[in-house]
T-cell receptor, first 109, second 115 residues
Framework: LAKTTQPISMDSYEGQEVNITCSHNNIATNDYITWYQQFPSQGPRFIIQGYKTKVTNEVASLFIPADRKSSTLSLPRVSLSDTAVYYCLAGGSQGNLIFGKGTKLSVKP | NAGVTQTPKFQVLKTGQSMTLQCAQDMNHEYMSWYRQDPGMGLRLIHYSVGAGITDQGEVPNGYNVSRSTTEDFPLRLLSAAPSQTSVYFC??????????????FGNGTRLTVT
């Protein structure tokens, strides 16, 4: 199982870029890396996914180095509405999708 | 589309009672799973299923039972509720071709309190 490790919490201010790094040393060759966002009283929702190098969509970028032992979620110019818990998921190609404890991001005005 | 629907939204049980948390999805997803979420613990996998008739245990399966008789439904049964099972429960689903590659779709959760 690719156990993940993330910082427990991060603080930022509106307009700043936020980078959250996740460590997944035991990721398997055929596993993908997926990030989710969760607001209070809601289920997590998909943000971005990648396998290697860089992936960008309308809300975030995901950077994955060649060894794939870590990944970094980048949120450009955060706003108050980006305050949430962010989860990194790596592995589980057989179905045992194990989440870490997540990173609680607080964005201040 | 409704996506992943969980019922009930809230439930209070007494110790020793049994109940079933319902989960249904209308996306024809083969993979379904149950998580519990407790403060400071993140999401912990209880049971999962890669298709009808197939179930497997996750990280914290004790005290819970599942079955998968149809593609659409994946109920979670508490056989004899305990206060330690007080939690928020989330159901999720995705395509089976690769659970790691297919993003999970989550329901809005069931908040369970056991007194």
């Amino acid at each position: 199982l690719a156990k993940t490790t993330q910082p427990i919490s991060m603080d930022s201010y509106e307009g700043q870029e936020v980078n959250i790094t996740c460590s997944h040393n035991n990721i398997a060759t055929n596993d993908y890396i997926t990030w989710y966002q969760q607001f209070p009283s809601q289920g997590p929702r998909f943000i971005i996914q990648g396998y290697k190098t860089k992936v960008t969509n309308e809300v975030a970028s995901l950077f994955i180095p060649a060894d794939r032992k870590s990944s970094t979620l980048s949120l450009p110019r955060v706003s108050l509405s980006d305050t949430a818990v962010y989860y990194c998921l790596a592995g589980g190609s057989q179905g045992n999708l194990i989440f870490g404890k997540g990173t609680k991001l607080s964005v201040k005005p | 589309n409704a996506g992943v629907t969980q019922t009930p939204k809230f439930q209070v049980l007494k110790t020793g009672q049994s109940m079933t948390l319902q989960c249904a999805q209308d996306m024809n997803h083969e993979y379904m799973s149950w998580y519990r979420q407790d403060p400071g613990m993140g999401l912990r996998l209880i049971h999962y299923s890669v298709g009808a008739g197939i179930t497997d245990q996750g990280e914290v399966p004790n005290g819970y039972n599942v079955s998968r008789s149809t593609t659409e439904d994946f109920p979670l049964r508490l056989l004899s509720a305990a206060p330690s099972q007080t939690s928020v429960y989330f159901c999720a689903s995705s395509y089976r071709d690769s659970p790691s590659r297919s993003p999970l779709h989550f329901g809005n959760g069931t908040r369970l309190t056991v007194t």
